[in-house]
């Protein structure tokens, strides 16, 4: 198992949700979050006044899935989330130990 945690803009959540449940994920965590990739440090004004920014808000997906989806969802992801320019966002997958479901107790992948 692996999780896919995609960092994207928060106008392309409604897409990516959509998209998601249509490809049939077994589960999806959406979470508000700051954060900043290259681009920090620039200028905006509010009420007048000069603020350095450094963070802007952006949309986490998490998605725990079988090996052999990660590069299907990792292509729909691009597909809904890429403009080209800076900001699209990131994608990192790391490995997942087990999954427990609770009502249950099933493990593993069958608790997906
Ligand atoms: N190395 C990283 N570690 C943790 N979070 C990151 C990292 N890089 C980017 N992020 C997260 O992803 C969001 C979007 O990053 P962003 O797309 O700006 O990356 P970038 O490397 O600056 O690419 P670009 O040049 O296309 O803007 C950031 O606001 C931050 O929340
Ligand atoms: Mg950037």
Redesign the pocket.
Known sequence: MKKIEA?IRPEKLEALKDQLLQAKVSGITISQ?L?????HGWTEYIRGSEVIMN??S?VLFTIVTANERVEEIVELIIKVAQTGE?????IFITDVADCIRIRTKERGEAAL
């Open positions: 960092i979050v954060g900043c990739g290259n681009q963070t802007r952006k800076v900001g699209d966002g990131k």
